[in-house]
């Protein structure tokens, strides 16, 4: 069956850097979001990207993040100068559709920010 | 803010059936009712789906009542393999807003 990727698993970063997390969509998906879940609180939703632009975003998603699909398959979340409260999991997904359809999501990048 | 309310916690013993109810008494006509389960901290998992009448699939069966206000999610034989958070979502759209979800406990 076929799945969402990420890697890495875990990232170790200082604060300040810039880090990449980077995942894999199901192929014929075309729908990619990103989510993100401090410790033991809620899943956030950051952003959806569709048709190489992004469709929705929220207020979670300032200036420091970007996203890109850079080639047919992977579609990156970047973080340009890391917080300490940006340390959590965060979660890519894709879908088919927009609408009425569901949204599979990867394992996670552990993001830690030290 | 979560569409959706759900109670904190529910238990269920093994093998019997686990009915998680999610009320969504503000739901409009386009919004979808989803479900997905959290085990531990891995990434959401897809359960069903539904806008007005009520599914089945292999993992569940999802009930919504006739004025679509609320819903109740059935695992019809929970193993302690069903034991997670269980989102219920309201939702038209991409942006998936999760609330804190039901913390279901399968026990043996």
């Known amino acids: 069956e076929p799945e969402v990727t990420q890697t890495p698993s875990h990232q170790v970063t200082q604060m300040g850097q810039e880090v990449i997390l980077r995942c894999v969509p199901i192929?014929?998906?075309?729908?990619f979001y990103w989510y993100r879940q401090i410790l033991g609180q809620k899943v956030e939703f950051l952003v959806s990207?569709?048709?190489?632009?992004?469709?929705?975003k929220s207020e979670i998603f300032d200036d420091q993040f970007s996203v890109e699909r850079p080639d047919g398959s992977n579609f990156t979340l970047k973080i340009r100068s890391t917080k300490l409260e940006d340390s959590a999991m965060y979660f890519c997904?894709?879908?088919?559709?927009?609408?009425?359809?569901?949204?599979?999501f990867g394992p996670g990048t552990r993001l830690t920010v030290l | 803010d979560a569409k959706t309310t759900q109670p904190t916690s529910m238990d269920c013993a093994e093998g019997r059936a686990a009915n998680l109810p999610c009320n969504h008494s503000?739901?409009?006509?386009?919004?979808?009712v989803y479900w997905y389960r959290q085990i531990h901290s891995q990434g959401p998992q897809y359960i069903i789906h539904?806008?007005?009448n009520n599914e089945t699939n292999e993992m569940a069966s999802l009930i919504i009542t006739e004025d679509r206000k609320s819903s109740t999610l059935i695992l019809p034989h929970a193993t302690l393999r069903d034991t997670a958070v269980y989102y219920c979502?309201?939702?038209?759209?991409?942006?998936?807003?999760f609330g804190p979800g039901t913390r279901l406990s399968v026990l043996p």
């Open positions: 997904a894709s879908s088919r559709t927009g609408v009425s359809n569901e949204q599979f």
């Open positions: 192929s014929n998906h075309l729908y």
């Open positions: 990207f569709y048709n190489n632009e992004i469709s929705e």
């Open positions: 503000t739901i409009s006509g386009n919004e979808y």
């Open positions: 539904g806008l007005k």
């Open positions: 979502i309201a939702q038209y759209g991409q942006n998936f807003v």
